[in-house]
């Protein structure tokens, strides 16, 4: 073992956390209890790893440590005593094979169709995604208490229940492709912090994507969706490189350096999409990665074909209809028709939206239009509601520097 850096565990956490849950929950047969040794496993490794270095197998590590700490539960139980027996049996006795990951087995069961739609997301969030309750309640719209609710009832309900899809596996993948964007979303967004992006976070949903879209048959009807999910995710991480500058502070799209964009991932996300377009069963999935195309593929930001843009956000507010698509029609109808017909579009979802980025569009588009005074305190009042540090800054910032339009 060798003492690590700080990022390096926790990029090992992060990995090997979801695998180590899975095995539990396959081994016990209760998802409840399963998380809470796998709990017990992470506090240890947090004070272990950073003394005396991390395993070679943190995985392997984290099971068995979450194995004795789940026996010991069950043998504090009289009650539980036919579940003692079994959990001994079945205590660890080697490393968790290398090419086994149960992580997307994981995802599956916490998509059970027992599980209502907001539960099955808000569970695979936190015990797969390691997102926070804050985070998670963030995505979903919803509050901390309603979603920490959600989480203890879900796990209760999938007490005994399999780790296998079986033959379930198509009617979840909807509500998994939901949880993989959310988690790639707050990768490039994040809720709070002081980095506006988490790389490992981002590279975690995407690979567990692209597991999902192996798996596929070329003729399953998911397959289409989940391509144009990893499509999105290439072409967003493309941009990774030029969204903060060497301060952290956050870059627009706009004015981003597009000599930092990869071409490589640009290139990869293009051909998977336009392959998913030919399979004529286009997604709200496929359509956000073809504004993201547009975006990428223009060579300057004044050479974006908002046309194009708007067109698309057409589709997908017909598509997946509600205020996140709405904003984004208000910054495409903006730039076509005008920042006062934009500001009318983001009138109109006023109340549905998050607070945080309805000021956020009406600052974008007032500042358009030049009207200053007005987007400096949609700016303000934007700083004021993220808990996002580089968020912050540059909401300050561009309050600071929007231009007032001569005769205004």
């Known amino acids: 073992m060798s003492r690590p850096p700080l990022g390096a565990l926790t990029a090992a956490v992060r990995s090997a956390a979801p695998r180590a849950l899975a095995v539990m929950v396959r081994r016990t047969g209760a998802f409840d209890d399963a998380e809470d040794a796998v ?12 003394r005396e270095g991390m395993p070679e197998n943190p995985a392997a590590w984290l ?9 010991d539960a069950v043998r504090s139980d009289a009650a539980r005593r036919a579940r003692e027996e079994r959990a001994t049996r079945q205590e660890p006795g080697g490393a968790v094979a290398a090419d086994v990951d149960d992580t997307l087995r994981l995802f599956l069961l916490c998509c059970h169709p027992s599980l209502s739609p907001a539960s099955q997301m808000a569970l695979t969030l936190r015990c797969v995604g390691g997102l926070t309750t804050r985070e998670i309640a963030r995505g979903l719209l919803a509050t901390e208490a309603t979603v920490a609710q959600r989480i203890s009832r879900a796990k209760a309900t999938l007490r005994g229940v399999p780790l296998e899809p079986g033959g379930e596996m198509t009617e979840r993948i909807p509500v998994l492709l939901d949880v993989l964007s959310l988690i790639h979303t707050e990768a490039h967004s994040a809720v709070e912090g002081e980095d506006i992006t988490r790389p490992l976070l981002a590279a975690e949903a995407l690979r567990l994507a692209r597991l999902l879209l192996s798996l596929g048959r070329p003729d399953d009807p998911w397959r289409p969706e989940a391509a144009g999910l990893v499509a999105l995710m290439l072409l967003t991480d493309a941009r990774a490189p030029a969204r903060a500058d060497r301060e952290g502070l956050l870059v627009p799209l706009a004015h981003q350096d597009r000599s930092l964009w990869r071409a490589d991932l640009i290139a990869e996300g293009v051909e998977l999409l336009t392959d998913a377009l030919t399979q004529e069963r286009a997604g709200r999935y496929q359509v956000r990665a073809a504004i993201a195309a547009v975006h990428d593929e223009a060579e300057t930001a004044s050479g974006t074909d908002w046309r194009q843009i708007l067109g698309l956000y057409e589709v997908l507010c017909r598509l997946d209809p509600g205020p996140v698509s709405e904003l984004g029609r208000a910054v495409a109808v903006g730039e076509v028709v005008g920042p006062d017909a934009g500001l009318q579009v983001v009138a109109a979802v006023e109340g549905r939206a998050s607070p945080l980025r309805v000021a956020a569009v009406r600052a974008h588009l007032l500042g358009r239009a030049g009207r200053a005074d007005e987007a400096r305190r949609e700016y303000q009042r934007a700083a004021g509601l993220t808990r996002n540090g580089a968020e912050r800054r540059w909401f300050r ?12």
């Open 397 to 408: 910032s561009a309050a600071g520097t929007v231009r007032r339009t001569p005769g205004r």
């Open 39 to 50: 709990q017990e496993a992470l506090l240890a490794a947090w004070g272990q790893w950073p």
């Open 63 to 71: 099971v068995s440590v979450a194995s004795r700490r789940y026996v």
